[in-house]
């Protein structure tokens, strides 16, 4: 079953955990829908306002979230090059061995 094609469980009640699951956008959805059917619902108006005033919020969040990324990309890369010269430095002392 397609969530975006099947608008069966496209209620009030999947509206409000999808906004306490923090995915607005697509609370959002479901209240727009919920209002095509019964535009005069303004309490259906004021979750969506609601829903909607939520979302830069989130957005604001995953901005912050690439620089997180940025900087685990560059501490993997960092401890890659580590491990690297680890190896080298056990090669060096292996082959430093007397009798081998």
Request: hydrophobic share 40%.
């Amino acid at each position: 079953m397609d969530f975006d094609t099947d608008k069966t469980f496209y209620t009030e009640t999947m509206a409000r955990l999808l906004t306490r699951q923090g995915r607005f956008d697509r609370a959002a959805d479901v209240y727009r829908y919920l209002l095509e059917q019964t535009p005069h619902r303004k309490e259906l108006e004021r979750a969506l306002a609601d829903v909607l005033s939520a979302i830069p919020a989130e957005s604001a969040r995953w901005e912050n979230a690439g620089g997180l990324i940025e900087r685990w990309v560059t501490l993997m890369l960092r401890c890659k090059a580590l491990r690297r010269l680890q190896q080298m430095q056990m090669c060096r002392n292996s082959s430093n061995r007397p009798g081998l």
